[in-house]
């Protein structure tokens, strides 16, 4: 349970530096980021895999870069869901995506594989 809260809150705090990075992405504050990381979460765990399934051939096509656009996806239906927080555009949700994958995979290299998936 403390892995996932601390996994929440890094997320959290991702997506308020992302929001700082990013032209088009309007995060309101902590509260919004929690909530968004939370929703973020869930549409990663129960949306993600679905769209992936579908799109399957389509990324075999582009060998794999399609996710990229899966990701943004992703990350702009969460942001849609959120109170407090707003992608403008798909270009601002696939670049917010894209670093937010980068910093985690950062943070997951630094804290190591006890990070909860």
Aim: overall charge neutral; proline content about 4%; some cysteine.
């Amino acid at each position: 349970m403390l892995a996932f809260l601390a996994h929440l809150i890094i997320t959290a705090a991702l997506i308020l530096v992302i929001a700082k990075l990013v032209s088009g992405i309007e995060v309101e504050g902590w509260t919004s980021a929690i909530l968004a990381a939370l929703v973020l979460g869930l549409a990663n765990a129960l949306l993600r895999p679905a769209m992936v399934i579908l799109t399957y051939p389509l990324t075999l096509l582009t060998f794999g870069l399609f996710l990229l656009v899966i990701n943004g996806l992703v990350l702009q239906i969460a942001v849609w869901l959120t109170p407090g927080a707003k992608i403008q555009g798909c270009g601002a949700a696939f670049v917010g995506a894209f670093l937010l994958t980068l910093l985690n995979m950062a943070i997951e290299a630094v804290l190591g594989p006890a990070w909860p998936r």
